[in-house]
């Protein structure tokens, strides 16, 4: 099983970023991917990216705006936020898919002048 803690939301004006943090522990050998999923007001869960061995992908309402990276050394995947809008106000979710999918505790990202 993957353990996974969070960290980096708050709130920030148009136009500004953030950078979200999600460090794994536990049975991290067995990760095939790991990614970030989103919650805003009264919005279903959508996919933001997700980063694999072959590269990463992303939703296009981010394409442009959003990286995700990762540090192997530090079981941490990162997820940069430039150019923010008030519509990518959610809470953020970090995921891990192994043969079953790991979720973290949520951070709030809030866009707001």
């Known amino acids: 099983q993957v353990q996974l803690v969070e960290s980096g939301g708050g709130l920030v004006q148009p136009g500004g970023s953030l950078r979200l943090s999600c460090e794994a522990s536990?049975?991290?050998?067995?990760?095939?991917?790991m990614g970030w999923y989103r919650q805003g007001p009264g919005k279903q869960r959508e996919l933001v990216g997700i980063?694999?061995?072959?590269?990463?992908q992303y939703v296009d309402s981010v394409k442009g705006r959003f990286t995700i990276s990762r540090d192997n050394a530090k079981n941490t995947v990162y997820l940069q936020m430039n150019s923010l809008k008030p519509e990518d106000t959610a809470v953020y979710y970090c995921?891990?898919?192994?043969?079953?999918?790991?979720w973290g505790q949520g951070t709030q990202v809030t866009v707001s002048s």
């Open positions: 995921y891990a898919a192994t043969s079953i999918t790991s």
């Open positions: 980063i694999t061995r072959s590269g990463s």
């Open positions: 536990g049975s991290i050998f067995s990760i095939n991917a």
